[in-house]
């Protein structure tokens, strides 16, 4: 069975020798052949964060978990614009079905803030002690990793320096969005999925998950090969062929996977790929996903570069062209899913 590729950012980090030169190359052309043919990969952040940090990150979300249901529920979606909070174990709907996690949701901070405007309201941050510090301090991480990465694919996809400028402009103010997640074991009864199938809205995912095994699984798209489906789990890549594999963690690593953005970019080239969560161990998980997102008012539409690509690739229909989107326009609507009583991960 396939195992997603392992990218080690190290080599963006320094650019003194020919040599690194060399292995920034590589590593480039690597990311752009994982995002081809699988949307999801390791990237090996060692050499940038301390794994230390996101661990110390796992036991405050533990904490904030642990307490009384009428605490965290002081931190309700509900007190600021529906989108920033504490939502309730099953409260998230994908596919209609509820996802058996509970979640605290934070997005990039706006000036004026107005809790009746969609996604305009403030963050609201547990008070347990160093929580709001220590993540505020990853979110930082996250963002300069968020230009790493995206300097590196525009590098794997051949991009000019004008044309990275550019599609940097749309990136370099992200309203990105970190989710702090807890999942209890699935009961075999529950009619649904720890977290169902989906895939990422946006640009870039970097997930730091606790050891849990077996817990997120990935959909690779493979003609030809069907998974003999001995369990219970309904089918929710409806017609296509291909396989659910594990993305288990890896020390040192952030799981990564590209969003619907970057399949607009590249006109269909890269694909965002579907992914879910089954977790029937017995432990309480915890995951910490964070999402590189453009900026608010980013047209993303698709970049020359990827038509170069195209032009002469078997990989895409090249006669089909993406309609571009304005980010935040196609994030309200996605979130604004909520207001009417639909999950953030329905369609
Ligand atoms: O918890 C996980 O491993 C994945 C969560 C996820 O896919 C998401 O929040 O978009
Ligand atoms: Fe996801």
Not at 43 to 49: D, E, G, H, S, T
Not at 54 to 76: G, I, N, V, Y
């Amino acid at each position: 069975m396939s195992t997603l590729p392992i990218i080690d950012i190290a080599p963006f980090l320094t650019r003194e020798s020919q040599q690194d030169e060399d292995k920034r190359a590589a590593a480039s052309s690597a990311l752009y052949d994982a995002c081809v043919n699988y949307g999801f990969f390791y990237l090996n952040i060692a050499a940038f964060v301390d794994p230390s940090e996101p661990e110390e990150l796992t036991k405050l979300a533990r904490e904030f978990f642990a307490l009384p249901q009428e605490e965290k529920d002081k931190l309700a979606l509900r007190n600021e614009d529906h989108a920033r909070g504490y939502a309730r174990l099953k409260e998230n709907v994908t596919n209609g079905k509820a996802d058996n996690h509970e979640g605290l949701d934070f997005y990039r901070p706006v000036e004026n803030p107005d809790k009746s405007k969609p996604l305009w309201g403030e963050n609201q941050w547990p008070t347990v002690p160093g929580f709001e510090e220590k993540f505020k301090r990853w979110v930082e991480k996250m963002k300069i990793l968020g230009l790493i990465v995206m300097e590196a694919m525009a590098d794997g996809l051949r991009m000019t320096p004008d044309e990275w400028k550019d599609l940097r402009s749309q990136v370099d103010d992200s309203f990105w969005v970190m989710r702090v997640i807890g999942y209890p074991p699935l009961p075999n009864d529950h009619d649904g999925f720890s977290c169902g199938a989906h895939k990422d809205y946006g640009c870039l995912t970097f997930l730091h998950a606790d050891p849990t095994p077996s817990a997120l699984q990935v959909f690779l798209a493979r003609p030809g090969l069907v998974q003999s489906e001995s369990s219970d789990l309904p089918k929710e890549q409806g017609s296509e062929e291909g396989v659910w594999i594990n993305a288990d963690p890896i020390p040192g690593c952030v799981v990564c996977n590209i969003g619907e953005m970057w399949e607009i970019w590249t006109n269909g080239l890269y694909r965002s790929t579907l992914h879910r969560v089954v977790h029937r161990g017995s432990n309480y998980r915890v995951s910490i996903p964070f999402f590189f997102e453009p900026n608010f008012d980013a047209v993303v539409k698709p970049l020359a570069a990827a038509r170069r690509i195209n032009a002469c690739s078997e990989h895409t229909d090249v006669a089909k062209e993406h309609k571009s989107v304005v980010y935040g326009e196609f994030l309200v609507a996605k979130v604004g899913n909520n207001f009417d009583g639909k999950g953030k991960y329905d369609n």
